[in-house]
């Protein structure tokens, strides 16, 4: 095995047991919270009502492919905020890295937006953009980008002065002195804007869906919270819970194989 295949398998490794440990932690939380509650049967189902549900009633198979159908479009949907969240944090977080006034200018502005609460501003984003990809993307990336910009400012900005200086001391541009010490330093934290991102672009995806389209799992976790199909609608979250945890234990495998390279010999 060579050295940067080790800590990418113990990585892999972590992820797998926390992922389990977090599991079983969840379903007794879940388990204990219905018995103290006392809700109904009927609104409220245990970890075996889901089971049953996805894989042990006549229907099961049917009920997993229209969850998974569903699930598709969202994460179809997530993508986009996610991608497009993630782009516009990277450039404007690199335009307020060389151009100090402009971050001072906008940075404030921008933050205090992120404080409005985006169910009031989703219907106007869904008028301006529409109800199809565009508006879904901008909603998604409406919630995922403040986050983002601040962890990878951060990120830049968290690099070591003197390293800067030595570059331009030795005749390099800020270009260089950026190419070679910040943009390394920050990648560590651009991947754990990264990470959050996964999931705060699931909300938005979500969000879009209740509020614009009406599709994939946000729609339909609607219709059957207005239907009275509690299985369905119990299912749904659980699935959507365990997509959203493997895409984030995905994302933080690549960050440590990138780290392992990144500190291998060369």
């Known amino acids: 095995m060579t050295v940067l295949e080790v800590p990418i398998v113990r990585s892999a490794a972590r992820t797998l047991l926390t992922s389990g440990g977090a599991v079983l932690a969840i379903l007794a939380v879940w388990t204990v919270f219905i018995v103290l509650a006392d809700v109904s049967s009927y609104v409220a189902k245990s970890p075996v009502d889901v089971w049953n549900y996805l894989f042990s009633d006549g229907d099961a198979a049917a009920h997993r492919a229209g969850i998974a159908a569903n699930l598709a479009r969202t994460g179809v949907d997530a ?11 990277g450039g404007v977080s690199l335009l307020f ?3 100090r006034t402009v971050e001072n200018m906008f940075l404030p502005t921008v933050t205090a937006l992120h404080a ?3 169910v009031t501003v989703a219907p106007i984003l869904v008028l301006i ?7 879904t993307a901008v909603i998604g990336a ?11 400012l951060h990120g830049i900005r968290s690099t070591p002065r003197t390293e800067i200086e030595m570059i331009v001391a030795y005749g390099g541009s800020t270009w260089s002195a950026f190419r070679k010490v910040a943009l390394p330093h920050a990648i560590p934290t651009w991947f754990a804007a990264a990470r959050v991102a996964v999931t705060t672009a699931v909300v ?9 389209t009406g599709e994939g799992l946000g729609g339909q976790m609607l219709r059957d ?8 609608l119990w ?9 959203c945890v493997v895409v984030y234990q995905i994302v933080s495998v690549i960050e440590a194989a990138v780290a392992a390279r990144m500190s291998a010999p060369r």
């Open 79 to 89: 993508a986009y905020g996610f991608v497009l969240g993630l782009a516009l944090a």
């Open 97 to 99: 890295y060389f151009s």
């Open 116 to 118: 409005i609460p985006m």
């Open 129 to 135: 953009f529409d109800r199809g990809v565009l508006g």
């Open 142 to 152: 409406a919630i995922v980008v403040v986050p983002a910009l601040l962890t990878m």
């Open 204 to 212: 938005g995806a979500l969000l879009a869906e209740w509020l614009a």
């Open 225 to 232: 919270a207005n239907e009275f199909e509690f299985a369905r």
């Open 235 to 243: 299912a749904s979250v659980v699935v959507l819970t365990v997509a």
